[in-house]
């Protein structure tokens, strides 16, 4: 596929990959079907980042508050999570698993992960949030915050549990919903935020192309 030509490309993308249960339903399938239909549309994704030059990825796994769900589809999406690592390890990219590892809903096949790990060549950052909690986040730079407090902003960035993860320029989320469901706030404060309406498993290029063409549009002054 020859790829289209941006003016100015965004650093770091976020993606919010949505709409999976719903998805599954309008097909007749259980809810919990839907969540293995997003395994090759995030390869084709992570392809088409990696041949446009985008440096950093972050991809929502699933949240603390997703473990929620009946215990079929919790089964169900951290069985994707651990068969996407499972995946990408098979290509080119380092790798670095955020999220509440001291939970027993944390995929213990991850573990590994919890510091990044260079597959393959290396290359692209891909930033996969498994069992992330924006309050686990947030609430271990306020702890470590408290026990460096004469420089409070650097200590509070360092403390993140995401603190490894660079400013986000673009949020991408599909399944049309308009909201960031707790993603990395200390990183999206100033990211610009795309809806695609289409469900995730109905991904096409297309809809990210749509999604960087807007950014090009967009004025990044980053409140300046």
């Known amino acids: 596929m020859e790829l289209p030509k941006f003016k100015r490309l965004p650093k770091h993308?976020?993606?919010?990959p949505d709409g999976n249960r719903r998805w599954a339903q309008d097909r007749g399938m259980r809810k919990e079907e839907g969540y293995a239909y997003g395994l090759e549309p995030g390869l084709e994704l992570y392809f088409l980042c990696r041949d446009l030059g985008i440096?950093?990825?972050?991809?929502?796994g699933f949240t603390s508050d997703n473990t929620?769900?009946?215990?079929?589809?919790?089964?169900?999406f951290r069985k994707a999570c651990v068969e996407a690592v499972k995946i990408l390890s098979k290509y080119d990219a380092s790798l670095l698993v955020v999220g509440n590892?001291?939970?027993?809903?944390?995929?213990p096949e991850l573990m590994p992960y919890r510091t990044r790990q260079t597959?393959?060549?290396?290359?692209?950052?891909?930033?996969?949030?498994?069992?992330?909690?924006?309050?686990?986040?947030?609430?271990?730079?306020?702890?470590?915050?408290?026990?460096?407090?004469p420089g409070v902003r650097k200590a509070f960035l360092e403390g993140l549990g995401s603190s490894e993860v660079s400013r986000i320029d673009l949020v991408v989320r599909w399944g049309g919903r308009r909201r960031l469901s707790g993603l990395l706030p200390a990183q999206s404060v100033y990211a610009d935020f795309y809806v695609v309406g289409d469900y995730w498993?109905?991904?096409r290029p297309e809809h990210f192309f749509d999604a960087l063409r807007w950014y090009e549009s967009q004025d990044v002054?980053?409140?300046?």
């Open 55 to 60: 440096e950093e990825l972050s991809v929502y």
């Open 221 to 224: 002054t980053l409140g300046g």
């Open 101 to 107: 590892d001291t939970s027993p809903l944390f995929p």
């Open 201 to 203: 498993p109905d991904y």
């Open 68 to 76: 929620k769900r009946p215990p079929e589809q919790t089964a169900a």
């Open 13 to 16: 993308v976020a993606f919010i």
């Open 119 to 149: 597959l393959g060549k290396g290359g692209i950052k891909v930033n996969f949030l498994v069992n992330y909690d924006w309050l686990w986040d947030l609430s271990r730079a306020a702890e470590y915050t408290d026990r460096n407090a």
